[in-house]
């Protein structure tokens, strides 16, 4: 939606530039054409005007320039009768894969992260290395969420009032990331793209949990998978085996 | 940040003399601590006696009979010292440990062997502490921590001191009158608020280790791979004959308010490295730690992680393949 809002401001901006530049150059606005950073009359090249006089004739023309453009998705992709789909939010929804894997240690509960794969349908990459980063930052706001970063109360207070408590991963906790871009092109998408940034961050706390149980055979329903946490599974595990096993040669 | 004046001394005994004169002072090293609480509003000194110009509190110097690391060695210096990364494997490895590079670069030996002891109910703001009526450590009458009892429960968590207290450190302590020569494991009380047995004018000058100490070695469990205080950190020193325990020493951080040498591991010389050992080990640190909830991780988790620990870094230094709790 925003992508496409920001094309509908930029063509308003350029329609501006060049009427600004068609004024300057004696030109009707329909024969000036725009060809990189050059407004020219024609495709002669006998009349022109680099992009940096254009935007000085149009400010000395008109002051600042604030250009807005809007976008609405079409009324069959505005959502169903289901609850918060009036606000028809987005048209074009990505599909995100991450595989994540871990080591976990019995003996103090720590976990680490020792790769992790993600995919991601973003729809038409226009810059690739920019969704990779992107998918790279999730990631990490993922393993923060799942792995270290929470607040809680101590007798009404903030106990992790500051980024010393608030514990975001640190580059010692960042894993290799392989991140594979499976493109498609989306219709409405602005330039057939879709979205690069929460597709790639919701996969990583399940993906984390099921890797712990199927490490170590634990069900973790609380997140973050703080080390104290991670233990007192594995404790409640061995008791249960405990008792288990008593059952099994009473029987 | 309160106001404050800064006093360079040339000397140990011109700092200690600044220090008796002006009460309302406090020595500065690598400030990584101390600016942190000032900030916080824990602590407002009028006068800082910053100890960087005085020579005597620097490097790192070997005799036939002892090391000697000066004070105000950083702690980034340590592990650099191939001496010190071959032999005192501990030290080096706690080193390495503590915080994040940057803090590691500014924060000396004697500033972290005097690290005050933290708690979540203490290293907060002015604001937050005020809001909770302050604690027993600092401006209050409740441990938030165990409101029925008397004493501070704040928890000592540097580094250095477990893994000094295994290799079998003293310390060099300048006074008004003398100096004096203590065992480091003799500076610590069990005790949140008071948790130095120092004077009030009374600076550690160096650490003093024997030469030849046993293997040792060090770890720890905090949050996070980088920046976080040790919840617990465990120091051993082991020396084998013929697979039986000739030497066997354990240190301990983060779980009390002060480091310590576990007790009763004499009696495991002798024995055979094996699961009954290592189940002793493992008995003897559950029973001495002491964590309370002054961490947002529970105590009975540092607890049992600390027990873990032991049990793994003795292996490690045996030689035994890695042991499954």
């Known amino acids: 939606m925003v992508g496409n809002a920001a094309i509908d401001a930029a063509r308003g901006l350029k329609a501006l530039l060049i009427a600004a530049a068609a004024s300057k150059l004696e030109a009707k606005p329909e024969d000036v054409e725009c060809v990189g950073e050059v407004f020219q009359v024609g495709a002669g090249g006998q009349s022109s005007l680099p992009f940096a006089e254009v935007v000085k004739a149009a400010l000395a023309e008109r002051g600042p320039i604030t250009i807005s453009g809007t976008f609405t998705c079409p009324p069959e992709a505005q959502g169903g009768k ?170 | 940040m309160p106001q404050f004046h800064i006093a360079r001394p040339p000397n140990v005994e011109a700092a200690v003399a600044t220090r008796r004169d002006h009460p309302d002072s406090r020595f500065l090293a690598g400030g990584t601590d101390l600016l942190v609480n000032m900030r916080h509003g824990i602590s407002s000194p009028a006068l800082l006696i910053d100890l960087a110009e005085i020579d005597e509190l620097g490097g790192i110097e070997a005799t036939e009979a002892a090391v000697r690391i000066g004070a105000s060695v950083t ?31 500014m ?51 540097g580094d250095l001191a477990p893994a000094l207290l295994v290799l079998g450190a003293e310390i060099e302590i300048a006074g008004i009158q003398q100096r004096r020569r203590i065992p480091l494991g003799d500076l610590y009380v069990e005790d949140g608020r008071a948790h130095l047995a120092l004077g009030a004018e009374e600076m550690i000058v160096a650490v003093h280790l024997p030469r030849d100490p046993p293997p040792s070695t060090y770890a720890k469990l905090r949050a996070r791979g980088a920046i976080d205080y040790p919840l617990a950190g465990v120091a051993v020193a082991l020396a084998t004959a013929d697979g039986m325990v000739k030497t066997l020493r354990i240190g301990i951080t983060g779980t009390n308010s002060r480091p310590f040498l576990l007790a009763g591991t004499d009696e495991l010389v002798g024995r055979p490295i094996d699961e009954k050992m290592l189940q002793q080990v493992d008995r003897l640190v559950q029973k001495q730690v002491q964590p309370m909830r002054t961490t947002v991780a529970s105590a009975h988790y540092r607890r049992l992680a600390a027990a873990g620990l032991a049990r793994r870094l003795v292996c490690a230094l045996a030689g035994t393949p890695k042991n499954r709790s």
């Open chain 1, 82 to 251: 289901h609850r918060g789909g009036a606000v028809g939010s987005t048209m074009g929804f990505s599909y995100a894969a991450q595989v994540v894997e871990v080591t976990v240690d019995e003996a103090t509960g720590t976990i680490s992260v020792d790769k992790v794969w993600a995919a991601l349908d973003c729809g038409h990459a226009i810059n690739p290395l920019a969704v990779e980063g992107q998918i790279e930052g999730s990631i990490w706001m993922g393993m923060g969420q799942a792995l270290s970063e929470e607040t809680r109360y101590a007798e009404g207070l903030p106990v992790h009032a500051s980024l010393l408590e608030y514990r975001v991963p640190t580059i010692a906790e960042s894993p290799p990331i392989e991140v594979q871009i499976v493109e498609s092109h989306d219709p409405y998408g602005p330039f057939g793209a879709k979205e690069a940034s929460e597709g790639a961050l919701a996969g990583f706390p399940p993906a984390l949990v099921n890797a712990i149980a199927n490490a170590v055979g634990i069900d973790m329903s609380e997140l973050p998978t703080t080390a104290d946490r991670v233990m007192e599974a594995l404790v409640e595990r061995r008791r249960r085996q405990r008792l288990d096993s008593t059952r099994k040669v009473a029987s």
């Open chain 2, 75 to 105: 702690v980034a210096a340590l592990p650099l010292s191939p001496l010190l990364s071959e032999r005192y494997r501990a030290l080096a490895e706690a080193a390495e440990g503590i915080a994040g590079p940057g803090h590691r670069v």
């Open chain 2, 107 to 157: 924060g000396t030996v004697g500033g972290n062997l005097c690290l005050d002891t933290r708690c979540i109910f203490y290293n907060q703001s002015e604001w937050w502490r005020h809001a909770n009526g302050y604690c027993l450590k600092h401006s209050g009458e409740v441990c938030h921590v165990a409101p029925q009892g008397q004493r501070c429960h704040a928890a000592f968590t």
